[in-house]
């Protein structure tokens, strides 16, 4: 079963892609475009240009596991980033918000101690 616990490592693939793409062809993606090693444990978030589908890979124990979720009416909202960026590093809670149809850029976050 995919889970995000509150260490793990979440990547946003900022490039759209063709959601045909499985286990192998997102797992390229993360090798040759990211130059990341996609069985190190980390998330890899990807999304579709129409925006309406997203698809996350993670390695567990003894082979990957995709979650996909497809959105009957609706998008998603991209986390912001520099142009040019390929991979962006989100935390738990935006993905969170991500899935749940949470606008990321109105949202107000209080100062808190890191």
Request: proline share 4%; charged share 30%; aromatic share 10%.
């Amino acid at each position: 079963m995919l889970s995000v616990g509150p260490n793990d490592k979440l990547n946003f693939y900022a490039e759209a892609v063709d959601m045909r793409k499985g286990f192998d062809g997102l797992s390229g993606l993360v090798e040759n475009e990211l130059e990341r090693d996609p069985t190190n444990g980390e998330i890899f978030i990807f999304i579709n240009k129409a925006r309406n589908k997203i698809k996350l890979l993670q390695w567990e124990a003894g082979g990957f596991a995709i979650y996909y979720k497809r959105l009957e009416k609706g998008t998603f909202e991209i986390p912001s980033h520099k142009a040019g960026d390929k991979s962006i590093p989100i935390p738990k809670h935006t993905l969170e918000m991500m899935l749940c149809g949470i606008s990321l850029e109105q949202r107000i976050q209080r100062k808190r101690y890191a």
